[in-house]
Nanobody, 123 residues
């Protein structure tokens, strides 16, 4: 069983930045991801990182603005979000796929999910 706790969400103006953190329980030698769900929409992939931190993938909408990273010593996963836009407003979820070690966007393969943290971007 893996427990994931997100933090770092909040309210920011368009163009601003936030950094989300995810604290998984236990060792995290596997793929981690960030997803988001806007009101009235389905949950969508944002970014993923493999266990070593080398393999990364992003949805096109956030490329060049968001950066996923991990610190396997501190057992933390981060999502640095820069130049935030109104359309980035959503609940952001951290997720874990213990069966894989390479970054990927397949929502159904992520077994464990955090409770989510709200990100609101105002115009």
């Amino acid at each position: 069983q893996v427990q994931l706790v997100e933090s770092g969400g909040g309210l920011v103006q368009a163009g601003g930045s936030l950094r989300l953190s995810c604290a998984p329980s236990g060792r995290t030698t596997y793929t981690m991801g960030w997803f988001r769900q806007a009101a009235g929409k389905e949950r969508e992939f944002v970014a993923s990182i493999g266990w070593s931190g080398v393999s990364k993938t992003y949805v096109d909408a956030v490329k060049g603005r968001f950066t996923i990273s991990r610190d396997n010593v501190k057992n933390m996963v981060y999502l640095q979000m820069n130049n935030l836009q109104v359309e980035d407003t959503a609940v952001y979820y951290c997720a874990a796929d213990r069966e894989r070690v390479i970054a990927h966007s397949r929502l159904g393969d992520y077994e464990y999910w955090g409770q989510g943290t709200q990100v609101t971007v105002s115009s």
